[in-house]
């Protein structure tokens, strides 16, 4: 496929023209602007989309229509920032931006986040200004969150007026959220005539609040400064891939090297998560294992002043650096030496640094691999049955070591045949495969996973560009367990889930419970766009010194386009497209089909159906089914989490539908907060009274609530097939 691929892009690769760009960006001098290579992988991108995608789309005014309204909602979502007549003067935009990719042409929509990013400054610089003014927070008066559903500011009277308010709900909320002295109760009393007026109040937790916000929105406006045309480019792309398939995805350099380590549930470095705290990074979180962990010197919250490659090398200040910025530089490949300038935790930028040399390895991270637990459940004669839950969070494999042969490389498939055996040793009864929010990954792993439960056959068929049909089997003889078996999906249980649960319940291998997956069923293949740009184009960017110099050791250097090359298809025939997967035991869910999922996706392909594999049913397990869903109905009438999950989808839908508003009036906001604790207080109490625990008292810290209804009924729902599996084979015998 990828030759074709190559082939088919040998005819429509080109380079950036010199047409007049269709938006002046030359009037505004702080504003960003596209480069040259920026300009040739829109055309590049432009031309897969026409000419090599599974949904061809020409970039035609309908398809600009929709890349318009996708810019503007990523820019500003929320109305919080554009006025109308900004929209009224970007609708020359309209119906021309898309032909403009293809002419690569990106003055319009830079001109368009320009345009944004001037508002986003004075709405925040206004905002600054309103925590040194007088707020009347006796006055009754209400504050709309999320005006997404409401017009566009019709001027900046009316802007400033909704940025005033949420200024002053923000400041209460951070006092009432507050722990607070009695002094300071009272002086949240503003029917008590002893108490001073919030305004004039000098308390210290007030203070503290207007400091916080202070810092909050001068931090923003400081991030804002660090944004570059790179982040921009992503920004637009997105709006046109989106614009004609959902998964179809352009990543910069530094976003494609985070999806193929994401893939590969690795990357190479010093065993660290980084954050940014006042211009200055700081170790977030020491990865067990890793160069950090090993070195034993560096803890939690110091921070990095200077970072320097190799035992030689000289140092770089990165203070005031953007994260990604400075993880490029820490980051590097594995054997390589990088030094740091260490600031111990506590301590001021003044105090002198420590000078650490680490040497960067591959770090595997373990909380997005498969995992396992044991719970027990009682049996028909009362006894014990021990179900083994392996939760699998993505289907990932380490591309990059098993192209080069790595006996250990990381995949899901290798990581769950070792779990498998060690519940075979802790003589398990029955395995359930957690997949809930597992949105996909590797296609070879969900075939491979399928294969340690069924014997040899296909497991999925996909359709190409070319509309042929490969079926994707398992190859390897036997099974790693041949037992009862579940597997938990969710409205979030998208791709390489669907695929595996999907054979699993066409085999009739397993049980199916929870609720109807994603409905992602279309195949992408990521392409390198340093194998798509021509050589015309890279002469050009040479002569014109055009060079990226931001892209991080070993990402691509113009990028990856993860583009739809194809269509998923049960073994049966259908498409997991827009139906997914549907659970043999339903659970209720808030997540609607309309509103979440492929189904919501304007630019989603449709469901169609192709002919059914030669495939085998392991077994019919439609009378047992039933009989479950008889079981499991029954004692659903007599859980009270059940009811509390009806109520929560209930409230869930009547809230998403209006626009809420929120009072910025002391008592009103005080009697909210009140009956919604009390309310809280009363359903956590009717949980844990249901599970024979200790009540939540008054004047107690709020006890931790790790409750699974999902995953103990399904736990339930398995021990039950174990006891029906046991009388069918007694049965037999």
């Known amino acids: 496929m990828f030759k074709k691929l190559v082939f088919a892009l040998s005819i429509i690769s080109v380079v950036a023209c010199g047409a007049k760009p269709r938006a002046d960006l030359s009037d505004n001098l702080d504003g960003l602007k596209p480069t040259t290579q920026h300009e040739i992988i829109a055309k590049e991108v432009a031309g897969l989309l026409e000419n090599v995608a599974y949904k061809k789309v020409a970039m035609s005014d309908s398809l600009s229509n929709i890349v318009f309204n996708n810019l503007i909602k990523s820019l500003d979502q929320g109305k919080n920032y554009f006025l109308q007549s900004d929209i009224d003067e970007f609708e020359k935009f309209r119906n021309t931006i898309s032909q403009d990719f293809r002419n690569g042409d990106l003055s319009a929509p830079f001109y368009i986040y320009n345009r944004y990013i001037e508002r986003y400054r004075t709405r925040l610089t206004y905002a600054i200004s309103q925590l040194d003014t007088k707020h009347d927070f006796a006055k009754k008066e209400f504050y709309t969150p999320s005006r997404e559903k409401l017009d566009w500011f019709k001027s900046e009277e009316e802007a400033n007026n909704q940025w005033r308010q949420k200024v002053k709900y923000e400041i209460l909320n951070l006092k009432l959220t507050t722990t607070v002295d009695s002094a300071e109760s009272k002086l949240l009393n503003p029917n008590d005539p002893e108490t001073p007026s919030l305004d004039a109040a000098k308390d210290t937790t007030g203070n503290k609040s207007i400091e916080t916000l202070k810092k909050r929105y001068k931090n923003l406006l400081s991030q804002e400064t660090k944004l570059n045309a790179n982040d921009v480019f992503q920004l637009v792309m997105t709006s046109l891939t989106d614009a004609v398939d959902p998964h179809t995805s352009y990543f910069n350099p530094s976003f494609a090297q985070a999806f193929n380590e994401g893939m590969a549930n690795t990357f190479e470095g010093i065993g660290a998560r980084l954050m940014v705290d006042n211009e200055v990074v700081k170790i977030m979180e020491v990865i067990p294992g890793g160069p950090i962990f090993k070195d034993k010197s560096i803890h939690i919250d110091d921070k990095i002043i200077g970072v320097a490659q190799g035992e030689k090398g000289e140092f770089e200040d990165i203070i005031g650096w953007r994260i990604d910025a400075a993880v490029a530089k820490i980051k590097g490949p594995k054997g390589t030496v990088v030094r740091l300038k260490i600031i111990p935790a506590g301590q001021d930028l003044t105090a002198h640094p420590r000078i650490v040399s680490l040497t960067r390895e591959k770090i595997v991270v373990e909380e997005e691999s498969a995992k396992?637990?044991?719970?027990?459940?009682?049996?028909?004669?009362?006894?014990?049955?021990?179900?083994?839950?392996?939760?699998?969070?993505?289907?990932?494999?380490?591309?990059?070591?098993?192209?080069?042969?790595?006996?250990?490389?990381?995949?899901?498939?290798?990581?769950?045949?070792?779990?498998?055996?060690?519940?075979?040793?802790?003589?398990?009864?029955?395995?359930?495969?957690?997949l809930r929010f597992n949105g996909g990954g590797s296609l070879q792993e969900s075939i491979e996973l399928t294969g340690l439960f069924i014997d040899k056959g296909p497991v999925v068929q996909v359709r190409d560009v070319q509309n042929r049909i490969e079926v994707d089997q398992d190859e390897d003889a036997g099974v790693s367990w041949s037992g009862p078996m579940g597997v938990i999906i969710n409205r979030f249980s998208a791709s390489a889930s669907e695929i595996f649960a999907g054979a699993i319940q066409d085999y009739g291998r397993g049980i199916v419970l929870g609720s109807q997956t994603y409905g992602k069923g279309t195949v992408q293949s990521a392409v390198d766009m340093s194998r798509i740009i021509s050589p015309t184009s890279r002469l050009l960017l040479k002569a014109q010194g055009a060079k990226d110099d931001t892209v991080p050791t070993g990402a691509p250097e113009f990028g990856q386009i993860n583009i739809t090359l194809g269509k998923f298809y049960r073994i049966t025939g259908s498409s997991t497209q827009h139906k997914g997967v549907s659970p043999d035991?339903?659970?209720?869910?808030?997540?609607?089909?309309?509103?979440?999922?492929?189904?919501?996706?304007?630019?989603?392909?449709?469901?169609?159906?192709?002919?059914?594999?030669?495939?085998?049913?392991?077994?019919?397990?439609?009378?047992?089914?039933?009989?479950?869903?008889?079981?499991?109905?029954?004692?659903?009438?007599?859980?009270?989490?059940?009811?509390?999950?009806?109520?929560?989808?209930?409230?869930?839908?009547?809230?998403?539908?209006?626009?809420?508003?929120?009072?910025?009036?002391?008592?009103?906001?005080?009697?909210?907060?009140?009956?919604?604790?009390?309310?809280?207080?009363?359903?956590?109490?009717?949980?844990?009274?249901?599970?024979?625990?200790?009540?939540?008292?008054?004047?107690?810290?709020?006890?931790?609530?790790?409750?699974?209804?999902?995953?103990?009924?399904?736990?339930?729902?398995?021990?039950?097939?174990?006891n029906l599996s046991k009388k069918i084979q007694l049965a037999k015998k």
Do not use: C
């Not at 637990?373 to 021990?386: C, F, M, Q, R, W």
């Not at 990059?400 to 790595?406: L, N």
């Not at 059914?612 to 009438?637: P, Q």
């Open 585 to 722: 035991i339903a659970f209720p869910t808030q997540y609607s089909a309309e509103k979440f999922g492929e189904s919501s996706e304007p630019a989603a392909l449709p469901w169609d159906q192709i002919k059914s594999s030669n495939f085998t049913k392991i077994a019919d397990l439609t009378t047992i089914t039933k009989s479950l869903t008889a079981m499991h109905e029954a004692r659903m009438k007599k859980s009270q989490e059940y009811l509390f999950l009806l109520e929560d989808i209930k409230t869930f839908e009547e809230k998403r539908e209006e626009i809420t508003k929120v009072p910025i009036q002391i008592e009103e906001l005080k009697a909210e907060r009140e009956d919604n604790k009390a309310k809280n207080r009363k359903r956590v109490n009717e949980m844990l009274k249901s599970r024979n625990l200790p009540l939540w008292l008054e004047g107690k810290p709020q006890p931790k609530l790790d409750f699974d209804f999902v995953k103990d009924e399904s736990i339930q729902v398995m021990g039950d097939y174990i």
């Open 372 to 434: 396992k637990e044991i719970k027990t459940v009682k049996g028909a004669d009362g006894k014990n049955l021990k179900v083994g839950i392996i939760t699998i969070p993505k289907f990932y494999i380490d591309f990059d070591a098993y192209r080069k042969r790595d006996p250990n490389y990381k995949s899901t498939t290798r990581d769950v045949r070792l779990i498998l055996d060690t519940l075979k040793q802790e003589k398990v009864d029955a395995v359930l495969i957690d």
